[in-house]
Nanobody, 117 residues
Framework: QVQLVESGGGLVQTGGSLRLACAASGSIFSISAMGWYRQAPGKQRELVASISSGGGTINYADYVKGRFTISRDNAKNTVYLQMNSLKPEDTAVYYC??????????WGQGTQVTVSS
């Protein structure tokens, strides 16, 4: 199995920045992709960004393009989400995920991001 530990959430003013980190351990070799979903109160969980195991394929939701950057440090088995120019609508719980082939995703514990106006 894979365990995911998230960090980096917090409270920030509009226009500020945060960097989320997701450290993976366990059967990491089986993971095809990792990334981040977010869920705001009363809304469905939505995909924010993803990165393939080799780092060659990266996808972003349209609403974060140009503001967020996903990256990975394979030596540390960690995926990062650098979030710049944050907006109040970015307020949500952010969940790291790891996607193994043909099975359900693994999930981190979630970290709260709150952007005040």
């Amino acid at each position: 199995q894979v365990q995911l530990v998230e960090s980096g959430g917090g409270l920030v003013q509009t226009g500020g920045s945060l960097r989320l980190a997701c450290a993976a351990s366990g059967s990491i070799f089986s993971i095809s992709a990792m990334g981040w979903y977010r869920q705001a109160p009363g809304k469905q969980r939505e995909l924010v960004a993803s990165i393939s195991s080799g780092g060659g394929t990266i996808n972003y939701a349209d609403y974060v393009k140009g503001r967020f950057t996903i990256s990975r440090d394979n030596a540390k088995n960690t995926v990062y989400l650098q979030m710049n120019s944050l907006k109040p609508e970015d307020t949500a719980v952010y969940y790291c995920y790891a996607a193994p082939p043909y099975t359900s995703n693994y999930w981190g514990q979630g970290t709260q991001v709150t952007v005040s106006s």
